[in-house]
């Protein structure tokens, strides 16, 4: 799907509908609010698609005499969506995972009423055991957008997760918490992503031993980081790369075809066992 196409009629709308004082911005943000505002309309169409909970399904295993190519098995990837979301997020994001590579995948919704990050790791951590003896699978792999990262990095550090996570994938994800938008501090959850919450307090307590590895996608457009660079994971004991993406604001991270190439390489350099202990990258998209 050519997303950067499908915006290019809404350029010369947003050029005419920014205030004058903005005119001086780069053609870069002016094409990233144009895919933002395009992203966000067709996920509200899609939206009440995914408000219904995926069907819990166990992979199809060939009979025994039947013919197979030999392909080395991948663990299970689960999708995690962020606040106020659900899984319709990931529609095409999960179509690029399915059709690179032999991987089950699975999406997780969590009500939007969610109040505590460390209740929605808790059904997480349930989830990934159910996962794990539906398919025989020792690990699974996850992808979270925004606070969907936060919940699966709390499950990971802080209950044990890093025996069941094999690799962490995160979008626009705030581990180091966000000053954005100060009014929507009246919900509990917000306040649990700012700077100084206990949440990301234990966050940053030391984790020893953690064998779990982190990819932290975050975007120099994305108007939910405060400060941006808040989105890289940031911890002495924690292996991690942090991908600068360039060009895109914080709805097109699950969204976007070249991000999306990214996700699968990441999974599959995890695959090998050729992550590195921390490395920063970098993906510019025109």
């Known amino acids: 799907m050519k997303i950067t196409r499908a915006v290019t009629p809404l350029l010369p709308l947003c050029e005419r509908l920014l205030p004058t004082r903005l005119a001086g911005l780069s053609m870069t943000l002016l094409k990233a609010t144009a895919l933002e505002l395009a992203i966000l309309a067709g996920h509200l169409l899609l939206y009440p698609s995914g408000m219904i909970q995926e069907r819990r399904t166990t992979p199809t295993l060939l009979p025994p005499d039947a013919t197979?190519?030999?392909?080395?098995?991948?663990?299970?990837?689960?999708?995690?969506?962020?606040?106020?979301?659900?899984?319709?997020v990931f529609v095409l994001l999960r179509r690029t995972?399915?059709?690179?590579?032999?991987?089950?995948?699975?999406?997780?919704?969590?009500?939007?009423?969610?109040?505590?990050?460390?209740k929605a790791a808790e059904l997480l951590g349930r989830h990934i055991e159910d996962i794990c003896e539906r398919t025989g699978q020792a690990q699974v792999d996850i992808v979270g957008h925004s606070l969907g990262g936060l919940i699966a990095r709390y499950y990971v550090q802080r209950?044990?997760?890093?025996?069941r996570v094999r690799t962490l994938v995160t979008l626009g994800t705030p581990h180091g918490g966000t000053r954005v938008v100060p009014l929507a501090d009246a919900h509990p959850i917000v306040r649990q992503m700012r700077p100084d919450s206990d949440v990301l307090g234990e966050l940053r307590?030391?984790?020893?031993?953690?064998?779990?590895?982190?990819?932290?996608?975050?975007?120099?457009?994305?108007?939910?980081?405060?400060?941006?660079?808040?989105?890289?994971?940031?911890?002495?004991?924690?292996?991690?790369?942090?991908?600068?993406?360039?060009?895109?604001?914080?709805?097109?991270?699950?969204?976007?075809?070249?991000?999306?190439?990214g996700i699968?390489?990441?999974?599959?350099?995890?695959?090998?066992?050729?992550?590195p202990a921390a490395r920063r990258g970098g993906l510019t998209v025109a």
């Open 68 to 88: 197979r190519l030999p392909t080395e098995e991948q663990p299970p990837v689960v999708l995690l969506h962020g606040f106020i979301d659900n899984r319709s």
């Open 97 to 118: 995972l399915a059709q690179h590579g032999n991987r089950h995948l699975e999406s997780l919704n969590y009500s939007p009423l969610t109040c505590d990050i460390r």
């Open 159 to 163: 209950l044990g997760g890093d025996q």
């Open 205 to 261: 307590e030391p984790a020893p031993g953690c064998r779990t590895h982190f990819v932290a996608f975050w975007s120099d457009l994305d108007h939910l980081m405060d400060p941006l660079e808040t989105a890289c994971v940031d911890h002495p004991d924690l292996m991690a790369q942090n991908i600068r993406v360039t060009g895109i604001g914080h709805l097109a991270l699950p969204v976007h075809p070249a991000v999306a190439t």
């Open 264 to 275: 699968r390489q990441a999974l599959d350099t995890a695959r090998t066992g050729a992550h």
